[in-house]
């Protein structure tokens, strides 16, 4: 039987990094076995559901390359879906519960109270074989006082979460309901109504939830608990799903970073870690999983987000050759930890009127260095070839002929052309900046000196 698992997000206006994994784990798993991984959008809140709302869970799939496989095909499907499938939506399926309804009704399953439906709960304990969290037995009747049927379809006509939520894992053969831990508890009343519908339930993992680093619950409100904050900030997508993956699973061995196809192939249920996640609200791995994936992009793609988030910081590259600005941009590979830092770092190459920042500028306008600069800006005008060798021997030629070493040229020098004290490799950017704005913009600070 091929496998068939599903992601049911309820449209909050909010995709949680916990909804996220537990998306990725059931697409993770569909890709490791070659089966199917639907989209079902769990809408019949009528209140909640706004088109907002759903938008807010599509385009976190789709940042994060989640495709799901199947669907009704919609007008305005914008996949990535295959055959521009939209996905499933409960409030598109309102008569099949209806009829289901009616079946539970006429075989006695269930009954009218107070104009509500409710569902004759089974008697006995309910066994719950999960493929994470081991054997649980739950018994809703142990405590005489408690009623344990339950409402199906409320006096309003609307019919509840437990009840649509089976109906659909039944009709769309789901084979494994992979979700947070937080259903363990409902999944005693979903069994019981598979039971009633006279179908097998599917097998079940509960995958514990992401905590905070105190071990509190994680909640909406707190910081990076939302998917789409993570792009805002500079993250890559395939850092997160990498950070995603390690929060619940383990690949057993000490290589943490690592491609999505590598996890497609190594992913499985029972490597599903029990003891619950614990997200590091410091960043620390994170940061360190994004830089080393950012390292590991292909050139084009590493350009094309890093101009994008240049372009969100004020930054504009597009009036520059391109040979300059992908020159510019490889000076900041295997130096930017999110794309969110390039305009800090890569940002003077595109402006001659940066910022200095202010304590460095005091250090640069001291006497000595005006005649540094003036030194360093004639051996560069006298160099035949204008690339980071010569750059490198014309300032050492200066420090020599000065009796210095060549820090304190390098410092200033620095300075003067990118506004910082920190930055890419000092004979590179000289190399990248050229010939024309290193003199410019050592004439500009020579300017500034009294
Ligand atoms: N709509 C439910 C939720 O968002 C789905 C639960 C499930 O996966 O069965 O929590």
Known sequence: MSVRVRFAPSPTGFLHIGGARTALFNWLYARHCGGTFVLRIEDTDAARNTQAAVDVILDGLRWL???????????????????????????????????????????????????????????????????????????????EEVDPDFVIVRSDGEPVFHLVNVIDDLEMSITHVIRGEDHLSNTAKHIALF??????????????????????????????????????????????????????????????????????ERFDLPNILRHNARFDSKREKLDWLNFEHMRRLESDRFNELVVHALGKSGVETDAFPLP??????????????????????????????????????????????KDRLIKLREAFAGLATFDSAGA??????????????????????????????????????IEVLGRERVANRIDATLARFQ
């Open 392 to 429: 490198e021997a014309a300032l050492k030629g200066v420090a020599a002929a000065l009796g210095l070493k060549a820090g304190p040229l390098v410092h200033p020098l620095r300075v003067a052309l990118t506004g910082k004290g920190s930055g890419p490799s000092l004979y590179h950017l």
């Open 195 to 264: 039971r009633a519908f006279g179908v097998e339930p599917p097998k079940y993992a509960h995958i514990p939830l992401i905590l905070n680093g105190d071990g509190s619950k994680m909640s909406k409100r707190d910081q990076g608990a939302s998917l789409m904050s993570y792009p805002q900030e500079g993250y890559l997508p395939e850092a997160l799903l990498n950070y995603l993956c390690l929060l619940g699973w383990s690949p057993k061995d000490n290589n943490e970073v690592l491609p999505i196809a590598e996890v497609v």
């Open 65 to 143: 390359g989640l495709d799901w496989d199947e669907g009704p095909i919609t007008a305005d499907a914008t996949g990535p879906c295959k055959g521009d499938r939209g996905p499933y939506f409960q409030s598109q399926r309102k008569e099949l519960y209806q009829r289901r309804v009616e079946a539970l009704l006429s075989h006695g399953l269930a009954y009218r109270q107070d104009g509500a439906v409710k569902f004759k709960m089974m008697r006995e304990p309910v066994v719950i074989d999960d493929l994470v969290v081991g054997r649980v037995v739950r018994n809703l009747t142990d405590r």
């Open 324 to 369: 300059y600005v992908k020159a510019a941009l490889g000076t900041g590979k295997d130096k930017l930890k999110k794309t969110s830092d390039a305009a800090a770092y890569l940002g003077f190459y595109f402006k001659d009127a940066f910022e200095t920042d202010e304590a460095e500028l005091a250090k640069l306008l001291v006497p000595e260095n």
